[in-house]
T-cell receptor, first 117, second 109 residues
Framework: ETGVTQTPRHLVMGMTNKKSLKCEQH?????MYWYKQSAKKPLELMFV???????ENNSVPSRFSPECPNSSHLFLHLHTLQPEDSALYLC????????????????FGEGSRLTVL | DAKTTQPNSMESNEEEPVHLPCNHS???????IHWYRQLPSQGPEYVIH???SNVNNRMASLAIAEDRKSSTLILHRATLRDAAVYYC??????????FGTGTRLKVLA
């Protein structure tokens, strides 16, 4: 138990569906992250939020839409996805800081395994 | 450039020490070095991090070269449960934790 909870753990969706992934952290952290892990590939950083503000968008296609309503919750809204978007989507959090340097360790959830048909 | 270089795979015998190397020759003076590991079917797990001095915790030790261009993660007694992919990363900017391909550690019984 890392203190970061992701739901659902598994999701199957068609290319025309709209679905959302949810992440919740109970660690009092202020920074939250979405990563994508495809088979046989390294983790890819997608989005970063610090104090609810997006600080990083790693050239992610617009069919992925993040939302961070507060420091404890992070969503990834999915629409008109492609089969190549099938992957493990990992959420993480860290302490966060208002300064320029972040040294805090990342805490990951167990991931949401997405299959796009 | 937040690149780190690690061997693709390593093997170790159970109950022997394991030294996992990482090269980060372009590291700046304020970049920390983090290590994470990912067990099968799980999200990555924090192992240890440091800046200049060697660091120890209950999971491992981190030895950082004097010039900071390389570091070594030390597992003092490998167990079968330590079989995982180990990632060495250098967070850059404010929150850019970029993961590479890591080192797949195989522990032999």
């Amino acid at each position: 138990e890392t203190g970061v909870t992701q739901t659902p753990r598994h999701l199957v969706m068609g290319m025309t569906n709209k679905k959302s992934l949810k992440c919740e952290q109970h660690l009092g952290h202020n920074a939250m992250y979405w990563y994508k892990q495809s088979a046989k590939k390294p983790l890819e950083l997608m989005f970063v939020y610090n104090f609810k503000e997006q600080t990083e968008n790693n050239s992610v296609p617009s069919r992925f839409s993040p939302e961070c309503p507060n420091s404890s919750h992070l969503f990834l809204h999915l629409h008109t996805l492609q089969p190549e978007d099938s992957a493990l989507y990992l959420c993480a959090s860290s302490r966060g800081t208002s300064g320029d340097t972040n040294t805090g360790e990342l805490f990951f959830g167990e991931g949401s395994r997405l299959t796009v048909l | 450039d937040a690149k780190t270089t690690q061997p693709n795979s390593m093997e170790s015998n159970e109950e022997e020490p394991v030294h996992l190397p990482c090269n980060h020759s372009t590291i700046s003076g304020t970049d920390y070095i983090h290590w994470y590991r990912q067990l099968p079917s799980q999200g990555p797990e924090y192992v240890i991090h440091g800046l200049t001095s060697n660091v120890n915790n209950r999971m491992a030790s981190l030895a950082i070269a004097e010039d900071r261009k390389s570091s070594t993660l030390i597992l003092h007694r490998a167990t079968l449960r330590d079989a995982a992919v180990y990632y060495c990363i250098r967070p850059t900017g404010t929150y850019k934790y970029i993961f590479g391909t890591g080192t797949r550690l195989k522990v032999l019984a």
